[in-house]
Nanobody
Framework: QVQLVESGGGLVQAGGSLRLSCGAS????????MGWFRQAPGKEREFVAG???????????NYGGFVEGRFTISRDNAKNTVYLQMNSLKPEDTAVYYC??????????WGQGTQVTVSS
């Protein structure tokens, strides 16, 4: 079965950086698009970043509008891992961050999440 395990969250001051990792198992990782989402208390889950599979097409990457060049998504298919480098963090970036895989047309499997807290 598919398992996604996030790590790297924590408490950081505004302006700081964190690097999230998501290890995947139970699937042929390089065949699927991966993504990061986040959910803040009282808010709906929102898209952060996505990265296409690299087996058959050029890697394509997209970000949520709020990212504004601060975050970078990447993947290492040899390690079955997707990363999210987050720089210039703001208090409004505080949320639980989730890794997801799109085995079909949409993201359909999620990790358990990792908490990111940005203090002002």
């Amino acid at each position: 079965q598919v398992q996604l395990v996030e790590s790297g969250g924590g408490l950081v001051q505004a302006g700081g950086s964190l690097r999230l990792s998501c290890g995947a198992s139970g699937l042929t990782f390089s065949n699927y698009r991966m993504g990061w989402f986040r959910q803040a208390p009282g808010k709906e889950r929102e898209f952060v970043a996505g990265i296409a599979r690299s087996s058959w097409s050029r890697t394509s990457i997209n970000y949520g509008g709020f990212v504004e060049g601060r975050f970078t998504i990447s993947r290492d298919n040899a390690k079955n891992t997707v990363y999210l480098q987050m720089n210039s963090l703001k208090p409004e970036d505080t949320a639980v961050y989730y890794c997801a895989v799109a085995q079909g047309a949409t993201f359909d499997h999620w990790g358990q999440g990792t908490q990111v807290t940005v203090s002002s």
